[in-house]
């Protein structure tokens, strides 16, 4: 992949970031998958029946996660970071 490219890498390693390789598939160390189960969690409990209900779960979901929660993630799939 593109990704991968030595070139990329040092350019990115240039400006002061690590880059860590993950393998193709592995959800147990992407923060994503922390994000959609909080955001589904919101969802299920709004038990909404509506487009309209359906539409504002969706946003209080969204505005429920934190950079709090972000960094978090982050450190649980052992992406350690500095905040800026």
Do not use: Q
Not at 54 to 79: K, P, Q
């Amino acid at each position: 992949p593109v990704h991968y490219a030595e070139k990329a890498r040092v350019l990115i390693e240039s400006v002061g970031v690590k880059v860590k390789f993950l393998p193709a598939y592995s959800p147990d160390l992407s923060p994503i998958e922390l994000c959609w189960s909080k955001l589904k969690e919101i969802l299920r409990s709004a038990k909404a029946h509506s487009f309209d209900a359906l539409d504002e779960a969706i946003t209080m979901a969204v505005n429920a996660i934190t950079d709090e929660n972000a960094l978090n993630w982050f450190n649980h799939c052992g992406l350690f970071f500095d905040p800026i």
